[in-house]
């Protein structure tokens, strides 16, 4: 299901989700409190919930919204595990992915998936997916919320978490 969201372009996903507006508190200045700039997206079929209220713009607040939306549907849904796909979507760059190129988020949908699929466990995830496990623990570490995950879904099977080096 996680591909068919990720898929949509915004205004299809924007279409999906119920949308409030609100006055933030905070720093700002005192337009922060005059103008309802604050979004607050709910996804209604996925049940995700995300925020963006830094900027002043709600068009821009908006904006970030969404994208948190597509990396929070990379990162928490898991859909199954198709090793041809998965070493295909990894091959050409060998997990040598940075957090800002716009294959990261994907890339890291399939990697979760993998490691779910094979119970959370790093070396055979790392052998199907092609790339070494010293790799793919360096992958895992780029972003705090991918190592959170992964963790999650080890702890599941009863494995230990990953170790920070």
């Known amino acids: 299901m996680r591909s068919a ?3 949509l372009s915004d ?5 999906q989700c119920l949308v409030d507006t609100y006055r933030a508190s905070g720093p700002g200045g005192q337009k922060r409190n005059k103008t309802s700039s604050a979004v607050r997206l709910r996804h209604v079929p996925s049940g ?3 925020i963006a209220e830094e900027s002043r713009s709600q068009h821009e607040n908006k904006a970030r919204a969404l994208k948190r939306l597509r990396q929070r549907l990379h990162l928490r849904l898991r859909e199954t595990f198709a ?5 295909e979507a990894v091959k050409p760059h060998g997990l040598k992915v940075s957090v800002r190129d716009e294959r990261f988020w994907p890339t890291v949908g ?9 119970t959370g466990r790093v070396s055979e995830t790392a052998a199907v997916l092609g790339v ?7 992958f895992l570490r780029l ?3 991918v190592w959170e995950e992964a963790n999650q879904i080890r702890q599941r099977f009863g494995q ?3 170790r920070d080096s």
């Open 5 to 7: 969201w990720t898929g």
């Open 110 to 118: 399939f990697v979760l998936d993998a490691l779910e699929a094979h």
């Open 83 to 87: 090793a041809d796909v998965a070493v």
């Open 132 to 138: 070494s496990t010293g790799r793919l623990n360096d």
């Open 143 to 145: 972003d705090d919320k």
């Open 48 to 50: 995700l919930l995300l």
């Open 160 to 162: 230990k978490p990953l």
């Open 11 to 15: 205004a299809q996903l924007l279409q």
